[in-house]
């Protein structure tokens, strides 16, 4: 159906971009101020819906991590440690209050710089990141109930780096529980998607957070390796892909500090005949082109039973017809850009074996802006699991169908991978519902729902999705230690 | 006519499977009695083919061992206790001959060993309530997070306390759910052979718990990097820390590493917690 004869297109509503000012080039925030970096290298950043440049980014080297652990560090030992939890957490209420009150400003921005409709940074990534400061702010001054005794400690300073896909959201999820817990920070935001991340050093500023408390320095891939490869710092948290948080993990391994790791998935999403078949349909909609598919926890297989097969997916591509494709600025827009060029470039190469081993690809007929980066929403039947398709993750709008017979051989097919960051259950049986829940290896299992986030909700993974959890109570563990007194048995030391 | 009896002694054997084999390899190594040349045994001193053959029995008896309900597990722990107890006589004996200890000191050994699977057994139905939550979440869900067993584990005994140094590195990743390879003291492990045949005997279903004996430099490099292996506790073998961590990093292996101390925090560091939604409507 063309756009012009159909009576139920949506007139363009694009959200106004006056709402954020942005520089023409940003520096690094060390300190409690914004400096020049010392390597003197900066980098351009794009809209990649438009591939207009909005600013130059400084590249970060090592001088600057240096002055910024040293930074860190200061602040741990000369205030942050000797501030009571409940000073600690004003400061972390006062944080989420001023992104209240500039919430639209990050919205905006956050849809420029990464690329995702402005719907989902308005009413998803910035709510929830305000949502962390909130909750873990209340925890400052509660950490003897946090379960590592009447006593925990921060580790010091923490060195943290962060995906493209929810700049500000994994921002949020890394500073929040850090800050409450008593550390500070060195922060590295994503390449791409540094803006956000600059505002928030802005807010800090204007919450009057003490100097040295948290710094971030962005930069590149080089950037990140030197912050792993930094002596100053006590633990670490990463959140990206599988093959980098390895090579982390290998790089500190030998030396015993601490890393938690939130990496990549291959999520499946189930099906069983009983599910309620419209809401389901939904769901694995919401599961994958959710953020156009750059969602770790993704739900990019989809393992229907086979009598329903036919007809799911059917109505699944009547429904991703309906899908809104282009200007992320605009309110309706239901899917936006790719976020960068590599990214788009990973997604087609993966797509393109999916044809090659022998699957069958769909899309619907939707019309793509010219400039920027743009893949349709990607429909795979014919899917077996020997393909790339169905075991690498792709990280991108593209889904991957499989079938089962038995429940049995669902949760087999679903456990089929080194992954496991989240699963769904579609089904409207209780028994079925929590039994599959227990038998899939995945630290979030969405049932009758998928990709919901909460402040208050431990998110992470099993196997190689990573360990350690951000959100909830367990979210804290990580940025502290034990220091209480163990029960102690005899038997202690050395026998000759 | 009378004559004095030749008693019959022992051959100590792995424990794979729910079975006692000798290695594959035909290997054993001898073990001396306290520091001096009097030969105590000659256990057997297991091969890689040996380890691989004990992570595959701990692999399949996964889902015997977590379907258990919590109630059954902590019984069944609690019952090697109460099997221990029966040969107390055994393991005093035992530890007297690998160590300098005397007999007062063997049987503290032996008697806080006991009283610490009993204390473990009973954390098997209560592991999840301190540690699990329901979440508050901001909108019409229901959350619930609750901690569940990473699968196989490697487990280092301890060096110096052929009994309570087993038990201590063992028990943890058992009342979590997980199945277990465990290497046994080097130099002192015949406490861990008796314990196996304790093991045996006390409905733990077989490859639940698999101990091999022999030399660390040739098993550690295996356990640690084997892909089917998904957390070790290396509280056990403080001096190739770096090493096994290292190792274990290709399929992110959960590492739990702890003094000597005690703790529920032992536990959950072989467990993994899982997050469940559901919407709430009518």
């Known amino acids: 159906m063309k756009e012009s004869s159909n009576p139920f297109t949506y007139a363009p509503a694009p959200e106004s971009r006056e709402l954020v000012s942005i520089e023409s080039s940003y520096d690094l925030f060390i300190d409690g101020k914004f400096i020049a970096p010392k390597s003197k290298k900066r980098f351009p950043s794009i809209n990649p819906a438009t591939e207009e440049v909005l600013s130059k980014i400084s590249l970060g080297g090592k001088e600057d991590l240096d002055l910024a652990v040293k930074s860190a560090r200061r602040a741990y030992e000369k205030v942050w440690s000797k501030l009571p939890g409940k000073e600690r957490g004003k400061y972390l209420y006062r944080i989420a209050r001023l992104m ?8 905006v921005l956050e849809t420029l710089d990464n690329g995702k409709p402005i719907r989902e940074t308005r009413d998803t990534d910035i709510p929830l990141a305000i949502q962390h400061f909130f909750y873990h702010a209340g925890w400052a001054d509660k950490l003897e109930y946090a379960g590592h005794g009447s006593n925990p400690r921060a580790h010091g300073v923490v060195g943290q780096i962060i995906p493209w896909n929810f700049p500000l959201l994994m921002l949020a999820w890394k500073v929040a529980p850090a800050l409450a817990t008593g550390n500070t920070v060195v922060l590295k935001p994503a390449e791409t998607t540094s803006l956000t991340a600059l505002l928030f050093a802005q807010v800090c500023l204007d919450a009057g957070l003490p100097a040295g408390v948290i710094n971030i320095v962005t930069g590149d891939g080089t950037t990140g390796a030197s912050l792993i490869a930094h002596k100053g710092i006590d633990k670490f948290a990463f959140t990206g892909s599988t093959e980098v948080g390895k090579a982390i993990n290998r790089a500190l391994a030998a030396t015993g500090r601490p890393v938690t790791l939130e990496l990549g998935g291959k999520g499946a999403n189930i099906v069983f005949e009983d599910a309620a078949i419209d809401q389901a349909v939904e769901g694995i909609v919401q599961g994958i082109f959710f953020n156009q598919g750059h969602v770790c926890c993704a739900g990019s297989r989809l393992l229907l039973q086979e009598n329903i097969h036919d007809h799911f997916i059917e109505k699944l591509e009547r429904r991703i017809e309906k899908i809104r494709v282009g200007d992320p600025m605009d309110k309706n827009t239901d899917l936006g850009a790719i976020n960068s060029k590599e990214q788009l470039q990973k997604i087609v190469e993966l797509t393109q074996s999916g044809e090659v081993e022998g699957a069958k690809a769909w899309q619907p007929d939707c019309a793509l802006p010219s400039r920027g980066f743009w893949f349709r929403p990607t429909i795979f039947t014919n899917v077996t699991g020997a393909h790339r398709i169905a075991r690498e993750e792709i990280f991108g709008p593209v889904l991957s169908v499989l079938t089962f017979r038995t429940p049995q051989e669902a949760i087999e097919k679903a456990n089929n991978t080194p992954y496991g960051l989240a699963a769904g259950v579609w089904s409207e049986k209780g028994s079925r519902i929590l039994w599959a829940s227990r038998e899939l290896k995945a630290g979030v299992i969405w049932a009758n729902t998928y990709n919901k986030f909460d402040a208050a909700s431990p998110f992470g993974g099993y196997k190689e999705s990573g360990w350690g959890r951000e959100g909830g109570r367990h979210g804290l563990l990580p940025y502290l230690t034990q220091s209480q007194t163990p029960r102690v048995r005899s038997g202690k030391g ?3 | ?10 051959t100590y054997k792995l424990f794979i499977n729910g079975a006692f084999p000798r290695s594959e390899s035909g290997r054993s190594y001898p073990i001396f009695r306290k520091a001096s040349k009097v030969l105590l045994a000659q256990p057997a001193q297991a091969s890689r083919k040996d380890l691989r053959d004990a992570v595959r029995a701990a692999r399949e008896a996964r889902s015997k061992w977590q379907s258990a309900t919590s109630y059954n597990r902590s019984q069944i722990l609690y019952r090697i206790a ?29 008697s806080e060993s ?13 592991i999840g309530q301190i540690s699990g939550a329901n979440n508050p979440i901001n909108g019409p869900f229901y959350n619930f997070t609750s901690p569940e067993p990473v699968g196989v584990v490697g487990v280092f005994a301890e060096p110096d306390f052929p009994l309570l140094g087993l038990v201590r590195a063992m028990a943890p990743a058992l009342v979590g759910g997980n199945t277990v390879v465990v290497l046994a003291s080097e130099k002192r492990p015949l406490s861990a052979i008796t314990l196996s045949e304790v093991i045996a005997t006390s409905d733990v279903p077989a490859g639940v718990i698999n101990i091999l004996t022999g030399l660390r430099s040739e098993l550690t490099p295996w356990l640690a990097s084997h892909m089917e292996v998904d957390g070790l506790d290396i509280s056990g073998e403080k001096s190739r820390s770096a090493e096994i961590r290292t190792l ?7 590492i739990a590493d702890f003094n000597t101390s005690i703790s529920p925090n032992r536990i959950l560091a072989l467990m993994d917690q899982k997050t469940i939604w559901h919407p709430i409507g009518l």
Request: net charge positive.
């Open chain 2, 114 to 126: 006991i009283d610490l699977w009993v204390w473990y057994a009973g954390w098997c139905d209560k």
């Open chain 2, 1 to 10: 006519m009378s004559q004095e009896r030749i008693d019959v002694k022992k």
């Open chain 2, 248 to 254: 274990a990093t290709e399929n992110l292996k959960r």
């Open chain 2, 82 to 110: 109460e099997m221990m107890e029966g040969r107390r006589s055994q393991f005093v004996e035992e530890i007297m001959a690998q160590t300098s200890a005397t007999k007062s000191v063997a049987e503290k050994e032996v």
């Open chain 1, 100 to 107: 209240q009150e500039r919430a639209r400003e990050f919205a």
């Open chain 1, 494 to 496: 050395a026998r000759k």
